[in-house]
Nanobody, 117 residues
Framework: VQLQASGGGLVQAGGSLRLSCAAS???????????MAWYRQAPGKQRELVAR???????NYVDSVQGRFTISRDNARKTLYLQMNSLKPEDTAVYYC?????????WGQGTLVTVSS
């Protein structure tokens, strides 16, 4: 499974961005059961879990993005999304998509999100 993240960029505080993560070199029977997630890593900080969505679309979020970010998935397109609203400068980070199931895990390359004040 290869994961390709996109959608990062520069945005002013209060703005919105939508990240996408497309899975390739896989088939639905592999992608659909995956628990998918978005992580982020800010300069000088450890990578942290931002949001996670299971195969049955149960979701959870880190407290700092609750109510502002929405994670979703489109299994038909084998794509994971992160809708980010009301962005804050502290959301500035490289965002990574991640998939996991049964001891197998997959990381996408990062996409940079920069929020200016």
């Amino acid at each position: 499974v290869q994961l390709q993240a996109s959608g990062g960029g520069l945005v002013q505080a209060g703005g919105s961005l939508r990240l996408s993560c497309a899975a390739s070199r896989t088939i639905s029977s592999v992608f659909d059961p995956l628990t998918m997630a978005w992580y982020r890593q800010a300069p000088g900080k450890q990578r942290e879990l931002v949001a996670r969505i299971t195969s049955d679309r149960s979701t959870n979020y880190v407290d700092s993005v609750q109510g502002r970010f929405t994670i979703s998935r489109d299994n038909a397109r084998k794509t994971l999304y992160l809708q980010m609203n009301s962005l804050k400068p502290e959301d500035t980070a490289v965002y990574y998509c991640y998939g996991q199931r049964a001891g197998n895990s997959y990381w996408g390359q990062g996409t940079l999100v920069t929020v200016s004040s």
